[in-house]
């Protein structure tokens, strides 16, 4: 596994341009700064592994990019359905807060397959 700097960076560009969209859709509600900062925060965490990273085996990094595709669509339903229909926080922290917890305990089990 190498990372590639410049594509780490473009990775982290993205996502918080996607995290102000987030935040801009859900202007003037309660928890928009949140909705903002929680949605750049679940991006980073799925496009770093996705585009910044090079992986040893082709395998792999093409199960891990897989993977991270469908979280990041999941993602994408799920902060802006929040940020368009309001964000409660309890909800809105249960449901990123589970999805990123999944994406990244099935993460860490593909760079274990990785190792051996």
Not at 9 to 16: D, E, G, H, N, V
Not at 43 to 51: D, G, H, N, R, S
Not at 60 to 88: D, P
């Given at each position: 596994?190498?990372?590639?700097i410049f594509?780490?960076?473009?990775?982290?560009?993205?996502?918080?341009?996607?995290?102000?969209?987030?935040?801009?859709?859900?202007?003037?509600?309660?928890?928009?700064?949140?909705?903002?900062?929680?949605?750049?925060?679940?991006?980073?965490?799925?496009?770093?592994?996705?585009?910044?990273?090079?992986?040893?085996?082709?395998?792999?990094?093409?199960?891990?990019?897989?993977?991270?595709?469908?979280?990041?669509?999941?993602?994408?339903?799920?902060?802006f359905s929040?940020?368009?229909?309001?964000?409660?926080?309890?909800?809105?922290?249960?449901?990123n807060g589970?999805?990123?917890?999944?994406?990244?305990?099935?993460?860490?089990?593909?760079?274990?397959?990785?190792?051996?």
């Amino acid at each position: 596994m190498k990372a590639n700097i410049f594509l780490t960076l473009i990775s982290i560009a993205i996502s918080c341009l996607t995290g102000y969209t987030a935040f801009v859709i859900a202007a003037g509600q309660e928890n928009d700064i949140i909705c903002g900062i929680v949605t750049t925060i679940c991006f980073v965490a799925t496009l770093v592994p996705m585009i910044g990273i090079q992986y040893e085996s082709e395998r792999i990094a093409v199960n891990i990019r897989v993977l991270c595709t469908l979280f990041i669509i999941s993602f994408i339903i799920s902060n802006f359905s929040f940020a368009l229909f309001g964000v409660k926080m309890p909800y809105y922290i249960m449901v990123n807060g589970l999805i990123l917890l999944i994406f990244l305990a099935i993460f860490y089990k593909f760079q274990k397959l990785n190792n051996l």
